[in-house]
């Protein structure tokens, strides 16, 4: 809980961004991210999100979208929805 001193406040100990956030005043964990892979369609994507792939950036106002990868390799895909925890997957398309 966040505390007082001399008129400064204080999270005692460490808190760590990548997992809690403050919520009311008080430190949280972040919730889960409901973001899912399906084949080449990103599902139950919190609404707005970020999709990440392979750095760069997309705004995603939709609960589902779908993935459109040019070349074959692997890509790093991530959905980015603060307060929720990022969600990250890898994609692999064949040639």
């Known amino acids: 809980m966040l505390q007082e001193n001399e008129g400064k406040r204080f999270w005692p100990g460490w ?3 990548a997992t ?3 919520k009311e005043g008080a ?3 972040r919730p889960v991210n409901t973001a899912r892979l399906d084949g080449m369609t990103l599902r139950d994507l919190p609404v707005p999100c970020v ?3 392979d750095g760069a950036r997309y705004d995603c106002d939709e609960p589902l979208a779908e993935l459109d990868l040019s070349g074959p390799g692997m890509y790093a895909v991530t959905v980015e929805a603060f307060p929720a925890l990022d969600a990250s ?3 692999e398309v064949s040639a």
């Open 20 to 22: 809690h956030y403050v």
């Open 27 to 29: 430190l949280v964990e």
């Open 89 to 91: 997957f890898v994609v």
């Open 51 to 53: 999709i990440v792939i």
């Open 15 to 17: 808190p760590d961004g």
